[in-house]
């Protein structure tokens, strides 16, 4: 049962490493260009909401229902947006393979004290 926790501390080991300096400023990169362009989508979808009506048959009021329910779909697009990048790279079909492979490459070290068995739990 111990196969566990040395297969964690195996994998800590390999993947555990900090960030190179250079990487860590693209990330961040990214992430701001990521954000900025949601933030304007949003905005502009947020002043699009307030539109005056946009004939007699667009919603009740003084507000075009036309316009809050686009406002809402692109809402609702910025949020999923961060969803789909995080269900694309949380393959985990694609995951569980790297593991068993580094499970079975490390199991071939007998020194590493990991044994093969410790894949069962990914089925």
């Given at each position: ?39 304007d989508?949003?905005?502009d ?28 779909d ?12 995080l ?12 593991i ?24």
């Amino acid at each position: 049962m111990d196969s566990v926790p040395r297969f964690l501390q195996a994998y800590d080991d390999v993947f555990d490493k900090p960030m190179h300096q250079g990487m860590r400023l693209i990330s961040a990169a990214c992430a701001h260009h990521r954000l900025a362009c949601a933030r304007d989508k949003y905005y502009d979808a947020l002043g699009y909401a307030d539109s005056p009506r946009q004939g007699d048959l667009d919603g009740r009021g003084n507000l075009s229902e036309k316009a809050l329910t686009a406002s809402v779909d692109t809402f609702l697009d910025v949020c999923l947006d961060p969803v789909q990048v995080l269900r694309q790279l949380m393959n985990l079909d694609e995951m569980r393979r790297h593991i068993e492979g580094l499970v079975h490459f490390r199991a071939a070290d007998k020194s590493s004290g990991l044994r093969a068995e410790a894949i069962v739990p990914l089925h």
